[in-house]
């Protein structure tokens, strides 16, 4: 019997579980081939996050080969490129996050980057997707990313509304649906992330192991495949709405962190997890603009090897085999709809 295709979120954070429990749930990784000649499913979930936010460089090879993960995903596409670069045989080989439709608000008197000197700046975590995505651009507008703005943690989409309004930071990012509520309140939209990256802004890929890609390629592909159908069924609204939401319910109440615990749903409308970024093709683009921006704020040395970096042979196989199935026909000319209006 074949050895089980074992996966796992590389954070612990609840968002990123629910498209694998929506995959798991829906029988989308079980139908797309992982499952045994008796039938039986053929891949485990590993939960709860195999690399401690912050430290997913110096973590995540050494946690993926002690549990023998043979994919990880929402992994930063820079700590792949850190990791083959240190001898890890890890590959991307489908996106995650490939898109950033939030915006910057800032208080009434902000208007620019350049504005946001010393001032603090709401973000769920330190080295999070938004501290990411914006010091590029706050380098560009003469500040230093580092050390010229004050990064404030435990400010997370759903309650920093209400942190902003009270003074407690000066800036926070926000979904388009909540900057246009905000604006209307006439706090400033100081930077549209979507706007400045047309071609994306992939700053979670999946990731498998070269001894993965080797032994059991159909598998992984098996798993990518269901990974696609769980971004179509998520972003399915207001149809599957009440569903996304009980799952997210449910990984919270069982989660250990009381952060994650306390936490307002990110499926808080039908609205919000249509605009969740996940791929529609499973692919990650804009890998390259991405990791230029790494080497630009001292993140990467060096820009890596992009033949080597991205193995996306099986996620290209995969979408075109769930394009030509029939029964797949609806759903994916929804999501290419839904592609064409969002972007994404």
């Not at 929506?22 to 709860?48: C, P, Q, S």
């Not at 004050?150 to 388009?176: K, T």
């Not at 071609?199 to 592909?221: C, F, I, S, W, Y």
């Amino acid at each position: 019997m074949a050895k089980k295709l074992r996966i796992a979120p590389a954070c612990y954070h609840v968002l990123h579980l629910i498209p694998i429990q929506v995959a798991h749930e829906m029988n989308f990784f079980y139908d797309e081939g992982l499952r045994d000649e008796d039938g039986k499913a053929n891949y485990e979930i590993i939960r709860g996050g195999i690399a401690p936010f912050m430290f997913e460089k110096e973590t995540l090879a050494q946690r993926m080969k002690e549990q023998d993960i043979d994919i990880a995903m929402d992994v930063k596409p820079s700590t792949v490129a850190y990791l083959q670069k240190k001898g890890h045989e890890l590959y991307i080989v489908a996106g995650w996050r490939n898109n950033m439709p939030h915006h910057l608000v800032g208080a009434r008197s902000i208007k620019s980057l350049e504005e946001l000197k010393g001032k603090r700046i709401g973000v769920i975590d330190l080295e999070d997707i938004f501290v990411t995505v914006m010091r590029p651009w706050l380098k560009r507008a003469g500040l230093n990313p580092h050390t010229d703005v004050n990064w404030v943690r435990g400010n997370n989409p759903s309650n920093a509304p209400e942190r902003l309004r009270a003074g407690l930071v000066d800036a926070i990012f926000q979904d388009p649906s909540d900057t246009e509520l905000l604006r209307g309140e006439g706090f400033s939209d100081v930077f549209n992330i979507a706007a400045h990256y047309p071609k994306g802004h992939p700053d979670r890929v999946n990731v498998a192991t070269g001894k993965a890609l080797q032994e059991k390629p159909e598998m992984v592909k098996a798993c990518i495949k269901g990974m696609i159908r769980a971004y179509w069924y998520m972003r399915k609204q207001p149809e599957t709405y009440a569903q996304c939401l009980q799952v997210e319910r449910r990984l919270r109440r069982e989660s250990p962190d009381p952060d994650e615990q306390r936490r307002k749903p990110t499926c808080s409308s039908p609205a919000n997890v249509e605009h969740l970024p996940f791929p529609y093709n499973g692919l990650p683009t804009n890998l390259e603009g991405y990791l230029q921006e790494a080497v630009e704020v001292g993140v990467l040395d060096e820009p890596p090897d992009m033949e080597k970096l991205g193995q996306l042979k099986l996620v290209q196989e995969g979408f075109k085999e769930l394009e030509a199935r029939e029964d797949l026909k609806e759903d994916l000319q929804r999501i290419k709809n839904l592609a064409g209006r969002l972007g994404y």
